[in-house]
């Protein structure tokens, strides 16, 4: 079984910045891609930010430019930097993770979720 576990989420200001970190354990030798996905609510799960393990990613219109995805693989952690903060990306944010080489939907395992809140 694989475990993950975020933490790192909180209440910003609108402009500030977050990093989230996700510890992976386990069966972690199964895992080939990493992804964050975050949900508000009333809106639809949407993937925010997928890497590879050969660092091919994949960023949703809405964040490009601003959030930065990155793994340390010796370390089996996966990271989310959030920069430019905009009250729309208060969410849920839940660590996933796919056996499957490339960063795409759909995603095999998943944690439990850090909030994310930013204020105006």
């Known amino acids: 079984q694989v475990q993950l576990v975020e933490s790192g989420g909180g209440l910003v200001q609108a402009g500030g910045s977050l990093r989230l970190s996700c510890a992976a354990s386990?069966?972690?030798?199964?895992?080939?891609?990493m992804g964050w996905y975050r949900q508000a609510p009333g809106k639809e799960r949407e993937l925010v930010a997928g890497?590879?393990?050969?660092?091919?990613?994949y960023y949703a219109d809405s964040v490009k430019g601003r959030f930065t995805i990155s793994r340390d693989n010796a370390k089996n952690t996966l990271y989310l930097q959030m920069n430019s903060l905009k009250p729309e990306d208060t969410a849920m944010y839940y660590c996933?993770?796919?056996?499957?080489?490339?960063?795409?939907?759909?995603?095999?395992?998943w944690g439990q979720g850090t909030q994310v809140t930013v204020s105006s």
């Open positions: 996933a993770a796919k056996r499957q080489l490339l960063p795409y939907p759909p995603y095999d395992y």
């Open positions: 386990g069966t972690i030798f199964s895992i080939n891609s």
């Open positions: 890497i590879s393990s050969g660092r091919i990613t």
